[in-house]
C-alpha cells in the first residue's frame, strides 16, 4: 500500500534562518506532488506542484521553494524564513489517473 | 490562482437535518471537483468528486452537484449524524495541471444531537 510521510512534524526557527520539509512517498511510482500550507480561516493554499523529477510549478509567488530530486521526494526550501510563513504545511500526492490526494501528516512551522 | 469561493463559513444543524455547503470557481477550465472532510487534528480525506461531464452523483448520505455553466458546485448531507461534524473543504482542479487544486476556505459544520 502507498504511504506518505513528512519531517519534522513541528519546527520552530527565527526569522532569517534557513527552511526544508522533507517528504516522501512509498508504494507507488511517478506520484503527482504537492505542498500545501493551511492557516486557520483561508483553507488549504497550493504552493508548488510537480507531476514528474525536475518539474515545479509554483502558485503563489514567495519566500519559498520546492524540489524534486528524486521521483518520490519533495521538498520545501526556504533561505531565510519571514514571520509571514508560519503555518501549517501539508504535503499530498496523487495519481495519475484518479485525483484522489493524499495528506501527509502536516508539519507546524513557528517563525519567531 | 484562480479562486474557489465557499459558504457558509460555519454551519449548525440538528442530528437528522440536511446540510448544504456550495462552492464558486471561476476556472473555466476546471474540470475536476472535490470535497474533502477533515476531522479535528486529522489530514484531509477525500469523500466525494464529481467531474465536469456529470452534473450529480450521490455515495448513500452524501451527494454532489455541479452547475458548470454559472460555476457553482454543493455537497448535500442528508440525515446528518454528530460524527458529519469536521471542517469540509471544496475544490476545483487549476486548468490543464492534472489534478493541482484550488480549494475554498472550509466550512465548519457542528451536528448536535
Known amino acids: 500500500s502507498q504511504t506518505i510521510h513528512q519531517w519534522p512534524a513541528t519546527l520552530v526557527q527565527p526569522v532569517g534562518s534557513p527552511l526544508s520539509l522533507e517528504c516522501t512517498v512509498e508504494?507507488?511510482?511517478?506520484?503527482?506532488l504537492y505542498w500545501y500550507r493551511q492557516a486557520a480561516g483561508r483553507g488549504l493554499q497550493l504552493l508548488f506542484y510537480?507531476?514528474?523529477?525536475?518539474?515545479i510549478s509554483s502558485e503563489v509567488p514567495q519566500n519559498l521553494s520546492a524540489s524534486r530530486p528524486q521521483d518520490r521526494q519533495f521538498i520545501l526550501s526556504s533561505k531565510k524564513l519571514l514571520l509571514s510563513d508560519s503555518g501549517f504545511y501539508l504535503c499530498?500526492?496523487?495519481?495519475?489517473?484518479?485525483?484522489?490526494?493524499?495528506f501527509g501528516e502536516g508539519s507546524r512551522l513557528t517563525v519567531l | 490562482g484562480e479562486n474557489v469561493e465557499q459558504h457558509p463559513s460555519t454551519l449548525s444543524v440538528q442530528e437528522g437535518d440536511s446540510a448544504v455547503i456550495k462552492c464558486t470557481y471561476s476556472?473555466?477550465?476546471?474540470?475536476?471537483f472535490p470535497w474533502y472532510k477533515q476531522e479535528l487534528g486529522k489530514r484531509p480525506q477525500l469523500i466525494i468528486d464529481?467531474?465536469?461531464?456529470?452534473g450529480e452523483k450521490k455515495d448513500q448520505r452524501i451527494a454532489v452537484t455541479l452547475n458548470k455553466t454559472a460555476k457553482h458546485f454543493s455537497l448535500h448531507i442528508t440525515e446528518t449524524q454528530p460524527e458529519d461534524s469536521a471542517v469540509y473543504f471544496c475544490a476545483a482542479s487549476i486548468g490543464n495541471s492534472g489534478y493541482a487544486l484550488n480549494f475554498g476556505k472550509g466550512t465548519s459544520l457542528l451536528v448536535t444531537p
Open positions: 510537480s507531476v514528474g523529477i525536475g518539474q
Open positions: 499530498a500526492w496523487s495519481g495519475h489517473s484518479t485525483g484522489e490526494l493524499f
Open positions: 464529481i467531474r465536469s461531464n456529470v
Open positions: 476556472d473555466s477550465a476546471s474540470n475536476y
Open positions: 508504494g507507488t511510482s511517478n506520484p503527482n
